[in-house]
């Protein structure tokens, strides 16, 4: 037996425990209580838990019994006189954490990297699932030129193309003046002043052009069909087709990889060309290049493989921000919600994809020396 302020703990038949509680158990308390409870040595057996002569019980005690409960069989648990608190521990009961935080923020660490984990593969499973569809479907309409759909081909080179060349004009006027303005200042203090043709034509040719054209289409493009495909499949258009047994990917999709295939090639060049004449004028105002000069050494010292090179990229990048932008429009759920997320998704994938491809492809040359 053992007695104290707060309660008097016997063993009864049966090895059977009584635990009578007394006083107060208040959070004020609660720290001599749990002191004394920890010293008995307890056996796993029955217990009788009396509240007849308990004058104060907060919420603090009773989590504090509950836990200790644990150290029982919870079918041989008894309480008498407790009808002022069984309501309390119905409820402190049913909201008990038995574990600690810290361990169930660690599992749930490992089950939040799963879940991202299986999402990723679900994710890259679905997108090589349309990549394959949609090779299909241009394997198919190149059999079947009468499925290619040139009007809405014409409209979308149109709106991705024709539309964009002021901004892409003006923006590439501007990185060839910053490419000659800073590189006039390093050429001029070793008096190769001529040598700024080629760093510019060669830059801009070859990697910047390119790059840069692709992502501000891949802002424009990539949102656009995104949100167009996403407001279709909203308003239950893309489900019709399907009922009419129209494929979306070859209507939809294929029309604007074309597109893009097409024009941004020949955005590309027009890049080349107003990035060289922005850098020509530098090269005019600070290095003293005349423009003959310029145009002379462009043509002598500058190789055209510069050129195609950089037009051959354009047509993956095509290709590239026209599939993602089609895959994340398709992905679009039954809420406008989602299309603002789809369309900020499907912008950062292209502009990342279009980067990882460059670089990949500037590796491959510059080791085959191209």
Not at 271 to 282: E, H, P, R, S, W
Request: overall charge neutral.
């Amino acid at each position: 037996m053992q007695n104290s302020d707060y309660f008097i703990f016997t063993k009864g038949e049966n090895n059977n425990y009584r635990l009578s509680l007394l006083n107060i158990w208040n959070k004020d308390t609660l720290a001599e209580i749990i002191k004394i409870l920890n010293s008995l040595d307890i056996v796993k057996n029955g217990l009788i838990v009396d509240f007849k002569d308990v004058k104060e019980f907060d919420s603090a005690a009773i989590i504090y019994l509950i836990s200790f409960f644990q150290r029982f069989e919870q079918k041989n648990i008894v309480f008498i006189n407790s009808d002022k608190y069984e309501k309390s521990f119905e409820f402190f009961r049913k909201h008990y954490q038995s574990e600690p935080y810290l361990d169930k923020k660690d599992e749930q660490f490992f089950v939040n990297v799963g879940e991202k984990s299986y999402e990723a593969y679900k994710e890259a499973k679905m997108f090589i699932s349309f990549i394959g569809k949609v090779f299909y479907f241009f394997v198919y309409s190149l059999f079947n030129p009468k499925k290619i759909r040139f009007k809405a081909m014409l409209k979308y080179i149109e709106t991705s193309a024709v539309n964009a060349l002021m901004i892409v004009g003006i923006t590439s006027f501007l990185v060839g003046i910053v490419i000659a303005y800073q590189g006039a200042v390093q050429l001029e203090k070793f008096g190769a002043n001529i040598f700024i043709v080629e760093m510019i034509a060669i830059t801009m040719l070859r990697e910047i052009a390119p790059l840069v054209t692709a992502i501000v289409i891949a802002g424009r493009s990539a949102s656009s069909y995104t949100a167009e495909i996403g407001a279709m499949k909203i308003t239950e258009e893309i489900d019709a087709m399907k009922t009419m047994s129209f494929e979306p990917i070859l209507f939809l999709t294929l029309p604007r990889i074309f597109a893009l295939c097409i024009s941004l090639p020949l955005l590309v060049f027009f890049a080349d060309v107003i990035g060289i004449i922005g850098g020509m004028v530098i090269a005019y105002t600070n290095l003293d290049v005349s423009f003959i000069e310029f145009f002379t050494r462009l043509h002598n010292e500058v190789p055209l493989k510069h050129l195609l090179i950089g037009v051959f990229k354009a047509i993956f990048f095509g290709f590239i921000i026209a599939v993602i932008g089609s895959y994340r429009g398709f992905q679009v759920q039954n809420n406008t919600t989602s299309i603002g997320k789809y369309t900020t998704i499907s912008v950062v994938n292209a502009i990342f994809v279009v980067i990882v491809v460059d670089a990949i492809f500037s590796v491959i040359l510059t080791q085959m020396r191209i």
